[in-house]
């Protein structure tokens, strides 16, 4: 739909699933004036009703934006569709025990988006992401650009958070890293990683706080991979840090930023493994994965990554 005075292009985000991944996402993204249009979907009508009138009660408080309730014909015009529908994970559940669950429901939603003929960029956050982006990819039948998972970008926030705190640095000045799957076998990719541009071995004897660097970065790296399973069994889900991760991933795409993220994308050759999606560092615009960047990663990590990549072809062969 385009601006009846300018001509422009409106922004128009589709959120599908308004659980407490999707409605806080909703939240942030309209905080932030990224959109014009915000419209939820979710088979629970009820629920959208209740979500759609809680946030526009909110509307004199920030920037101006539409949100509404849609049905599927909303995919036609919209720049990005966020998927966050389906069965979020239980304590003690793993990410892969979702697999069979939430396929069919994200092989579905993606075929009718294909189905309204959307342009835009499909962007798959449901469990286990990695598998579903795949499915929603081979569904829909579009470039694999145009089709990516929230992947690794929340852990790698999680990553920077840590070692923000165990260095006692801004987190802005933490540039790190978690690639892989999104799920138990993620690792860190702690070649990419430096503290304000100084590679973190070489920050370590630099800062010189802490005795047993190696000790620490297992611990580390192990919290990360943990925090999900942290805060499920605390309060049953996530949602605040994830809808800030979407905020980013879906600001990159609408302003079309050429943002170096780690999502969720398709692989043909780069790192030596094709035919998975997986977490690995991409450039994102409005056109959705541009182009993938095959970072020097050293033997260690492009075992770890061969590791999530057997791990993940597993279950897509399960299906
Ligand atoms: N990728 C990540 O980093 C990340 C982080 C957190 C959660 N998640 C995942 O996001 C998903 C949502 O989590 P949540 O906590 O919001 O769950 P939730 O149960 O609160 O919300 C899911 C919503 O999806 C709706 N739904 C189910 N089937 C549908 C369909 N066919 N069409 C439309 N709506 C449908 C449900 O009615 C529900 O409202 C889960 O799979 C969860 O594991 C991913």
């Not at 998927?83 to 069979?100: C, K």
């Not at 145009?146 to 540039?175: A, E, M, P, Q, W």
């Not at 890293?177 to 503290?195: K, Q, R, V």
């Not at 780069?270 to 993938?292: A, K, N």
């Given at each position: ?63 101006t934006v539409i949100i509404r309730s849609g049905n599927i014909t909303d995919y036609s015009d ?89 260095c006692g640095i801004d987190i802005h000045n933490v540039h790190a890293y978690i690639l892989g ?30 005795s047993d660097w190696k000790y620490q970065r297992k611990l580390i790296e192990q919290q990360v ?95």
């Amino acid at each position: 739909m385009k601006n009846y005075k300018t001509g422009e292009k409106r922004r128009k985000v589709v959120i599908v699933g308004a659980g407490a991944v999707g409605a806080t996402f909703c939240y942030a993204l309209a905080q932030s004036g990224l959109a014009d249009e915000i419209v939820l979907l979710d088979r629970n009508e009820d629920l959208v009703s209740g979500q759609v009138l809680d946030l526009g009660h909110g509307q004199p408080f920030f920037h101006t934006v539409i949100i509404r309730s849609g049905n599927i014909t909303d995919y036609s015009d919209a720049q990005v569709v966020v998927v966050t529908a389906g069965a979020a994970q239980r304590p003690g559940e793993s990410r892969l025990d979702l697999l069979r669950k939430n396929a069919a429901i994200i092989g579905q939603i993606a075929e009718d988006i294909a189905n309204q003929k959307c342009q835009g960029v499909m962007l798959i956050v449901s469990n286990p992401v990695d598998i579903l982006t795949y499915v929603a990819l081979k569904r829909s039948g579009w470039p694999k650009g145009r089709v990516i998972g929230s992947g690794t970008v929340l852990d790698s926030s999680r990553f920077r958070y840590l070692l923000s705190k165990h260095c006692g640095i801004d987190i802005h000045n933490v540039h790190a890293y978690i690639l892989g799957e999104h799920g138990d076998s993620e690792f860190a990719a702690w070649s990419m990683t430096n503290i304000a541009g100084i590679k973190i071995d070489e920050y370590c004897p630099v800062c010189g706080k802490c005795s047993d660097w190696k000790y620490q970065r297992k611990l580390i790296e192990q919290q990360v991979r943990e925090s999900a399973y942290h805060i499920i069994n605390y309060k049953g889900s996530t949602q605040f840090a994830v809808g800030l991760a979407l905020v980013k991933i879906t600001g990159a795409i609408l302003r079309s930023q050429n943002s170096v993220l780690t999502v969720s994308a398709f692989v043909e050759g780069e790192f030596e493994i094709s035919d998975v999606c997986i977490s690995v560092p991409c450039v994102l615009s409005d056109m959705g994965v541009t182009r993938i960047i095959e970072s020097p990663l050293v033997p260690e990590e492009l075992n770890s990554l061969t590791g999530s990549v057997s791990i993940l072809r597993k279950s897509i062969e399960t299906l």
